[in-house]
Each structure stands twice: as C-alpha cells, then as structure tokens.
T-cell receptor, first 116, second 115 residues
Framework: DTGVSQNPRHKITKRGQNVTFRCDPI?????LYWYRQTLGQGPEFLTYFQNEAQLEKSRLLSDRFSAERPKGSFSTLEIQRTEQGDSAMYLCASSLSRGNNFDGYTFGSGTRLTVV | AQKVTQAQTEISVVEKEDVTLDCVYETRDTTYYLFWYKQPPSGELVFLIR??????QNEISGRYSWNFQKSTSSFNFTITASQVVDSAVYFCALNPNFGNEKLTFGTGTRLTIIP
C-alpha cells in the first residue's frame, strides 16, 4: 500500500461549476477524514467517516458540500455551485481506530482547487 | 473550546543553527494528544510525533527534540544543527480527547534554512 492517494492533484474550475475529488485511503484504515487548508492557515476539519458512516460534519461544510464513502473504501467530496471562497487545498487523511488508541493520521498530498 | 497557537509565523536561520518552534495549546480536557506535522512544498503533511497528556517526558529523535510542559500548556519543537531539507511549514495539532480523532491545528510556522 502506497499511502493515501488523492485525485486530482490540481483542479481549476469556473465559478458556479460542480467539482468532485476522490480519496483512496490506506486499505486497512477504517476512518477517513476531509480537511480544508487555505493559504497561510492550518488545516480545518470538514468531516469524517468510520467505514461507510459519516459520523461528524463541521459547520464549515455548507449545503453545497457533500461527502460519501460508499462501501467504506474510497471517498468523494463534491462541491456544487463553486464560489471563489472555496479555493483551497482539500486534504484527505485516514487512520486505524482501535478504541482509545489514536496513532494519528496519514495524510494524502491534497487536491488544490482554484475557482476563477 | 480547543485552540492551538503558533505565534511564530516565519523563522529563518542559517544552516547548522539550532531552532525552536513554539506551540501553546488550550483545552478543558484532561486527556489529549499533541502532534507535530511537517508540510514540505509538495503539500503532504508528514507526521513527526505524537505525545499523550499523561507523558511529560521530553523526546529526542535524531536532530529533533520535543519539550512538553503541561504547566505552561506548551509543546515546543527543536531542530538541532538545521539542514536545508528542514525547510517547510510545521504545524502543531491537538486531539482534545481520546476516542475523538478530530485534530485542531495551529496556523503553522514557516521555517527557512539558509544555506
């Protein structure tokens, strides 16, 4: 397994268009997370899944955002009617959750979205 | 509420100098994890260290060392004999309670090592 894979690496879209990003986690990891990082800031939590269940969504995740993890494997993050404020790096991470033992995430390289 | 403060926005040092990156955190939880991640220009966040709130022992890994002080809510990171490859943005992060794996990140410190 080569780690967490995100596609595409870069996406430029016109305002108002829909975009979809994909994340393939480490295969044995049961948790998957989406974060957003804007320029000069640290990553901010968006949502996370345990297997196929979406357990928490941040208030940052407006109605235009939707995330899925069918079958508990890869995940997609869709943004509808993109706005210039959506321009950011979208980071995916995965982890193996075992009770209260948290070793930390493995992050992907991110998808950089530019809305023009 | 949880908060992580990295007051140093940018630091530049000459190669081979030592440098310390500061991290101060706030949480009401008595149990928590603290992390440091490195983000090179490629963008991927690279895990450096995890420390739980029960363990205040300092840790050393090669040229890297971490000083955790609960009394001052600080978790500082020192690079000894810095190298150009250490140039990156470094993030401190807090996981406020065991079992909840959501991380709160600081705003990062951009470290530039001048050859």
């Amino acid at each position: 397994d080569t780690g967490v894979s995100q596609n595409p690496r870069h996406k430029i879209t016109k305002r108002g268009q829909n975009v979809t990003f994909r994340c393939d986690p480490i295969s044995e990891h049961n948790r998957l997370y989406w974060y957003r990082q804007t320029l000069g800031q640290g990553p901010e939590f968006l949502t996370y899944f345990q297997n196929e269940a979406q357990l928490e969504k941040s208030r940052l995740l407006s109605d235009r955002f939707s995330a899925e993890r069918p079958k508990g494997s890869f995940s997609t993050l869709e943004i509808q009617r993109t706005e210039q404020g959506d321009s950011a790096m979208y980071l995916c991470a995965s982890s193996l959750s075992r009770g209260n033992n948290f070793d930390g995430y493995t992050f992907g390289s991110g998808t950089r979205l530019t809305v023009v | 509420a949880q908060k992580v403060t990295q007051a140093q926005t940018e630091i530049s040092v000459v190669e081979k100098e030592d440098v310390t990156l500061d991290c101060v955190y706030e949480t009401r939880d008595t149990t928590y994890y603290l992390f440091w991640y490195k983000q090179p220009p490629s963008g991927e966040l690279v895990f450096l260290i995890r420390r739980n709130s029960f363990d205040e022992q300092n840790e050393i890994s090669g040229r890297y060392s971490w000083n955790f002080q609960k009394s001052t809510s600080s978790f500082n990171f020192t690079i000894t004999a810095s190298q150009v490859v250490d140039s990156a943005v470094y993030f401190c992060a807090l996981n406020p309670n065991f079992g909840n794996e959501k991380l709160t990140f600081g705003t990062g410190t951009r470290l530039t090592i001048i050859p």
